[in-house]
Structures are given as C-alpha cells and as structure tokens.
C-alpha cells in the first residue's frame, strides 16, 4: 500500500521560514516526477514546484527565489524549502508523486500538512 506522509507544517510569522518533508512508502516504481501543491480556503489546488527524475525544476511565479524544491527518487523523499514566507502562503500543502511506465502513469497524494503565515 502507498503512503505519502508530509511533516514539517506550522504556524510561522511573516518572513519566516519552513520545511517541508515528504515520506513514501509501499510500491512507487518509475518515479518521473515530485511535487508541492496547496491550496487555500475557497480556492483551487495550485501547484507550488515540481521536480522530475532529471532534476528539473519549476516553481509557480509567486513563489520564485522564495522556495526551493529537492528530490531524491531513490528514497522517495522531496522536500520544501520555503524562506520569506507571506501571508498569501498560508494553505494546506501536499505532497504528490506522479510515476510512468508500460503505458500506465499513476499519481499518489499526501494527507496535506497546513502552513499558516500570520503575525
């Protein structure tokens, strides 16, 4: 059975910093890609950043030089680095995994982990 298990949320003041940890287990095979995601009260889910299994990254604009995404495909571990934190952070973050192989792409999902930016 697969798990993503996030750790690492929490309420910070403005400026502050937080990491983000990501955990899985059970059978993930073919990893192509890593990820954050978040959402907000009252809106969609966003994507945050992403990793692929070349070390590719991209990041959402309002997050750029703020937060960095890093990856290891062998330990099933991706992480979030997130410095001079804003108000308009604040979400729920989950970690996804998206995994490609034979013709079948799957993707896995964390449980969510709540930041809250606020003073």
């Known amino acids: 059975q697969v798990q993503l298990v996030e750790s690492g949320g929490g309420l910070v003041q403005p400026g502050g910093s937080l990491r983000l940890s990501c955990a899985g287990s059970g059978p993930i095979f073919r990893i192509y890609a890593m990820g954050w995601y978040r959402q907000a009260p009252g809106k969609q889910r966003e994507l945050v950043a992403r990793?692929?299994?070349?070390?590719?990254?991209n990041y959402t604009d309002s997050v750029k030089g703020r937060f960095t995404i890093s990856g290891d495909k062998a330990k099933k571990t991706v992480d979030l680095q997130m410095n001079s934190l804003k108000p308009e952070d604040t979400a729920v973050y989950y970690c996804?995994?998206?995994?490609?192989?034979?013709?079948?792409?799957?993707?896995?999902w964390g449980q969510g982990t709540q930041v809250t930016v606020a003073s």
């Open positions: 996804n995994i998206q995994t490609a192989g034979l013709g079948v792409t799957l993707e896995y």
């Open positions: 990793i692929t299994s070349e070390s590719l990254t």
